[in-house]
């Protein structure tokens, strides 16, 4: 958790999905001081999908985000929007910037929604953190994060990694 999937209708290289996933994962890390590991991100190429906006058949690019609520407020979780739009617009938009601006129009996130909520689960065989509880959850599993790194799992190695070089514990 959180879980980012980006629908897109305009096409995007596998080096534009690398980039804006780490993009996306940057700017929820450091809005909400939460490991990377948690940080998902889903794409779909709805090219060929029939979709309608107001009332018309049109293509449109559209993130739908699931994340945990907390005690996080409306103003952070409209910026996480922001955030993610400019990174969309630095990515996917502004290489088509020579096309003039009707076109770039084209390339544009025409909607993002961030549904909050209290989710309950478990991700990589761990609990879902309580959000803005994760140094909690952290000192609590460790032990158990540590052993599997211990064990060669990649997904614990490179958390461990994040924890120490992050300063998390």
């Known amino acids: ?4 999937d980006i629908l897109h209708a305009t096409p995007l290289t596998s080096s534009q999905h690398s980039e804006f996933a780490q993009a996306v994962t940057e700017i929820h890390t450091s809005a909400f001081k939460v490991p990377r590991l948690f940080v ?9 999908r029939v979709q309608y906006i107001a009332g ?5 690019n559209h993130i739908i985000a699931h994340v945990r609520l907390g005690n996080r407020t409306r103003a952070e979780l409209q910026q996480l929007s922001d955030d993610i739009i400019a990174a969309w617009d630095r990515i996917v ?5 020579s096309e003039g601006k009707a076109e770039m129009r084209k390339w544009g ?8 909520s209290d989710a309950i689960g478990s991700e990589a065989g761990l609990p879902v953190p309580i959000a803005g509880k994760e140094g909690e959850f952290l000192q609590s599993h460790y032990g158990e994060i540590k052993e599997r790194a211990d ?4 997904l614990m190695i490179d ?7 992050r300063g998390m514990l």
Do not use: C
């Open 1 to 4: 958790m959180p879980r980012y």
């Open 40 to 48: 998902n991100v889903a794409y779909t190429d709805i090219a060929s």
């Open 56 to 60: 018309k058949r049109r293509d449109g």
């Open 93 to 97: 938009v502004m290489p088509h910037a």
């Open 109 to 116: 996130i025409h909607s993002v929604f961030i549904l909050a």
């Open 151 to 154: 064990e060669g799992d990649e």
């Open 159 to 165: 958390m461990v990694k994040e924890i120490e070089e």
